[in-house]
Structures are given as C-alpha cells and as structure tokens.
C-alpha cells in the first residue's frame, strides 16, 4: 500500500494501523479490498473526512493520499519556507518532511468507512470509457480526412455538387447534339472563354474531369468504408489504432 501523506493545519491526531488491504484510520476500519487491479475509487465515494484523492489498484498496489495533520510550526522552524509561511513536502508514508508530526501508528477498530461502491471505476469501465473516446475521435479524425480529399478535387460551395452534375448532363448532351445550338446550353455558354475556347473543348474538359472525379471519388469511398468498419469492429484502443494506421497509409499512396 503506497499511501501519500498531505499536510494540512490541524490540532486533530492522525492515527493509521495497515493490515494487508484494510486501513484503519483513528479506529474507523476501511476495506479497501474491494478495489480491483486498474480500478479506481473517487473519494468522495469513502465516508472519511481523511480521504484526499482517489485510491487506486495499480500493479497490485493500492495508492491512496491522506489528510496530514500538523501542529503550529514555530517562526524560527527550518520547515519555514520562503516568507516565512510553512514549506511541507508531501510523499509517501514515512517519506514526509518538514511538518511536526501527528502520527501515531496503532491498531484498534471500533466501527469501519462506508465505501459508495457504486462509484467505483473498475478497469474494466475505464478501458470501455477509453475505447469510446478513441472511437469518436477515430470517427471524427475519418470524416476530416475524406473532407479534405474530396475538397482536392471540387470546390466545396452550397449548391455546387449540383452545378457538377448539371455540367456534365449538358457536355453529355453537347457531345451526342448532331446540331447543338449554345443557347440551349446555358451553363457550357457562361463559361466559355474562360476555362475553354470553345463548347465542344469545355463539354469534353468537363467530361474528363467527372471521370477523374469518379476514380478518385470511388477510392476515397473505399478507404471510408473500410476503415469506417474497422473502427466500428474494434474492442480494443489497440485495434482503433491500427485501424486508423490504415488510413495514413491510405493519405501516403
């Protein structure tokens, strides 16, 4: 049991007694066996005022912080820090310095801590707490990557996926036109001159840039729904990660 000591001005007496995983603080007996390996106890959820933090299962070992009652330190004390105010250096059980001590090691039960168990965070809860968030930010880290490859190839504007598919149904109709007449096509005769010297070059560029569009459109596609399902499948932050691996080598190619 590895308990770190926090001190704090007060004329009340600290008395500690550790047997295996219960801890007997000035004779209230706390269970502490009840936290499992990765688990997490908050502590508010322990009915004592002594409690400073949460107490943890890490490697076998319970980390827990306590409440260190000290005394007056006087002026002239080398536990005086800067301005004189008190310098205590909180540590592990035995490790603390600088406060004049209240503690006083004894055995002795009369009553024992309630502990809220329905507040503990077992291992278990924390990993599934951890997978969610990797998920979500999986999810959210795929979209912004399709995003931003669709946004390499077409303009992202209200409206101009529609003005996509209005061009190429008019360079379709251009090219199979045996007689096209240019006010037929409003959008090819708006754009003219611009991008094209004439119609039949701006429906063809057009048709070329939808076909480009297509390929590329259709390898982004496969890249969302694969790695869209790995990230679903996934049980582990381990396999979200290797999941999400797939997609930068997917960006690389």
């Known amino acids: ?36 390996e ?34 007056a330190i006087p002026e002239s004390s080398p536990a005086r820090g800067a301005g004189g105010h008190p310098s205590c250096t909180p540590g ?9 001590a209240k503690l006083h090691p004894r055995g002795g039960l009369t009553m024992a801590i309630t502990i809220d168990l329905n507040q503990l965070i077992t291992a278990e809860a924390k990993a599934a707490e951890a997978l969610a968030l990797a998920r979500e930010t999986a999810r959210a880290r795929l979209a912004a990557h399709i995003a931003a490859a669709r946004a390499s190839y077409i303009t992202i504007l209200p409206g101009q996926d529609m003005i996509y598919q209005a061009k190429e149904a008019e360079a379709r109709a251009w090219i199979a036109d045996p007689a096209p007449d240019l006010e037929d096509y409003p959008l090819l005769s708006a ?16 048709l070329n840039m939808a076909s480009l569009w297509r390929q590329a459109a259709a390898g982004l596609e496969a890249v969302r729904l694969t790695v869209g399902a790995a990230i679903e499948a996934a049980t582990t932050v381990e396999a979200i990660t290797a999941a999400m691996s797939g997609l930068e080598e997917a960006g690389e190619s």
């Open 92 to 100: 592990a059980l035995g490790r603390w310095a600088g406060c004049p």
């Open 191 to 206: 754009e003219i001159g611009l991008t094209a010297p004439d119609a039949q070059s701006l429906a063809q560029l057009w």
């Open 38 to 71: 990765g688990a997490t106890l908050p502590a508010e959820a322990v009915n004592s005022p002594w409690i400073a933090g949460p107490i943890s299962r890490i490697d076998g070992t319970l980390h827990l912080t306590l409440l260190f009652p000290h005394g």
């Open 1 to 36: 049991m590895h308990i770190t000591l926090s001190p704090i001005r007060s004329d009340e007496v600290l008395t500690l007694h550790r047997a295996g995983d219960m801890l007997t603080i000035n004779g209230q007996s706390l269970d502490l066996s009840v936290i499992s």
